[in-house]
């Protein structure tokens, strides 16, 4: 299964009671191992959280801390990209050259990777003192 297939299948079980808007994730990990998060809406509306936060906590859950590759899918006209947060969550695991695909349910895809999708990222360089 492709990553995109994962975060495709992973989808279907997203929490989207609000919106409607289902999202799915796959992280592929230094290791091989792939995960996937959904999105989980709450009524509380900004207490949701997005799915790949979902696939990061499961990743992390796991043991791996190393991202190689991830795939985004939604029921979207266009390839649905990552929310500025979960840019920065992704960065937090994953180098620059990380290849993200994102898609729609409809087979379009485009590919970037995290550097073009977060551009002056907070790195951990910030926090080193000298």
């Known amino acids: 299964m ?3 297939e994962t975060a495709r299948a992973v989808r279907e079980n997203a929490y989207a009671p609000y919106s409607k808007f ?3 994730a796959a992280i592929r990990a230094a ?5 996937g998060g959904v999105n989980v809406e709450n009524v509380a509306y900004p207490e949701g959280t997005c799915a790949e936060a979902g696939a990061i906590a499961a990743m992390i859950a796991a043991g791996d ?3 190689e590759e991830v795939a985004v899918i ?9 929310c500025g947060g979960c840019r920065q969550k992704l960065s937090e695991f994953g180098a620059g050259d990380v290849v993200v695909t994102m898609g729609t349910t409809d087979g379009l895809t485009q590919t970037t990777t995290l550097a ?3 551009p ?3 790195t951990q360089e910030y926090m080193e003192r000298t």
Request: overall charge negative.
């Open 2 to 4: 492709t990553l995109m």
């Open 22 to 24: 289902k999202v799915g």
């Open 31 to 35: 290791s091989g191992a792939v995960y």
């Open 65 to 67: 801390t190393v991202i």
């Open 74 to 82: 939604a029921d979207s006209p266009i390839p649905v990209s990552p």
């Open 116 to 118: 073009d999708l977060l």
């Open 120 to 122: 002056g990222g907070f």
